[in-house]
């Protein structure tokens, strides 16, 4: 019977999506464009927020918009009316978005004509969380709606996320819904997040969303400019 | 869930791997993948067993270690391990802080192969 030898690897198993992942930072930076990725449940208002982002922010940046949801272009003709470019990835059933698919709708935009890109993820609060974009900043939306106990049940997601923007707040008065509790869940996994309360209907902390991402753009287009 | 996209890069390391170590035959395929990981092992498995056949990991077993979600302290830099049940709750077991850095329970890695 032939040898059986025990070979060491330790190898990345999404080595190449990380790989792909760093290049499309370095584009980035060579173009000077700063890219968020948003990634949320379905209907915890990604698009309401990007259009929010847009209106707020598009006399100070140039933005484009990565569509990702699944296999409709309801959300990118939302963008477009807004006035900014916006790629559909036809993403059929998938689950989440990665580096090849991002570095494809990167090749579709203009990015020597814009400051901000936002990747409006998939509807999903798990399988996004293992797949960098090549994104500089990971936010999440998590919706008074879908509740205080998210983090439990989505540790991965919360754990890897920059900002996490609690949408709806207008909700809280009739949830069961409890914000202390909600931030003590979210800072256990992850100290270091920042948490911005908002309504994209009332327009309620819309403003400190957008303080957050204009600060978030000066320091890398500064550092990018370096 | 994403288990597919993760096979395919798994298919293709080991066979890397394997081909420069001149294997004949892939046995087994150690996994490391923290608990804080969705992913499913029997799910894995089973696209394995699809995607790997004809070629010379046909067969292999994926023995799959969950590495546990372990903290530091910020403030003793005592490390202890937090069960993904405790999540909501917890505290530093030596000082009682709620300070901590997450030090590992999100690795994702082949460890290691046997071949022949």
């Known amino acids: 019977m032939a040898d059986i030898r025990l070979i060491e690897i330790k190898e990345e198993i999404l080595s190449d999506n990380k790989d792909l992942a760093d290049e499309i930072r370095d584009t980035l930076r060579m173009n000077t464009v700063f890219m968020l990725n948003l990634m949320a449940s379905p209907g915890g208002g990604k698009t309401s927020l990007i ?176 | 869930m994403h288990e597919l996209a993760v096979t395919e890069s798994i298919l293709k390391i080991v066979l890397k791997h394997a081909q420069t170590n001149g294997a004949a035959k892939v046995l087994t395929i150690g996994l490391t993948i923290g608990e804080l990981s969705e992913l499913v092992g029997d799910c894995i498995q089973h696209y394995f067993d699809y995607m790997s056949k004809d070629t010379i990991a046909e067969g292999a077993i994926l023995d799959i270690e969950r590495s546990p979600i372990i903290f530091q302290c910020n403030d003793c830099k005592n490390t202890f391990p937090v069960s993904l049940r405790d999540t909501k709750d917890f505290a530093c077991p030596a000082c009682g802080s709620i300070k901590f850095a997450l030090i590992s329970g999100r690795e994702f890695y082949i460890k290691d192969i046997t071949i022949s």
């Open chain 1, 51 to 226: 259009v929010n982002t847009i209106r707020n922010m598009k006399g100070a940046y140039r933005i484009g918009v990565i569509e990702g949801d699944i296999d409709s272009v309801v959300d990118a003709e939302k963008v477009v009316k807004e006035g900014v470019p916006a790629v559909q990835l036809k993403t059929g059933g998938f689950c989440h978005l990665d580096a090849s698919m991002i570095k494809m709708a990167l090749d579709e935009m203009d990015l020597k004509n814009l400051d901000l890109v936002i990747i409006d993820n998939i509807g999903n609060l798990v399988c996004p969380a293992e797949f960098d974009t090549g994104s500089h900043k990971n936010a999440m939306i998590l919706s008074v709606p879908e509740g205080d106990d998210k983090p439990l049940k989505y540790p991965m997601m919360f754990s890897i996320c920059d900002v996490l923007v609690v949408n709806k707040i207008d909700y809280l008065s009739i949830a069961d819904f409890d914000m202390e509790v909600l931030k003590e869940r979210v800072y256990r996994l992850n100290p270091e997040i920042k948490i911005i309360e908002v309504s994209c209907k009332t327009g309620e902390g819309i403003e400190k969303w957008t303080r957050w991402l204009t600060d978030e753009i000066k320091t890398h287009l500064h550092s990018a400019a370096l």
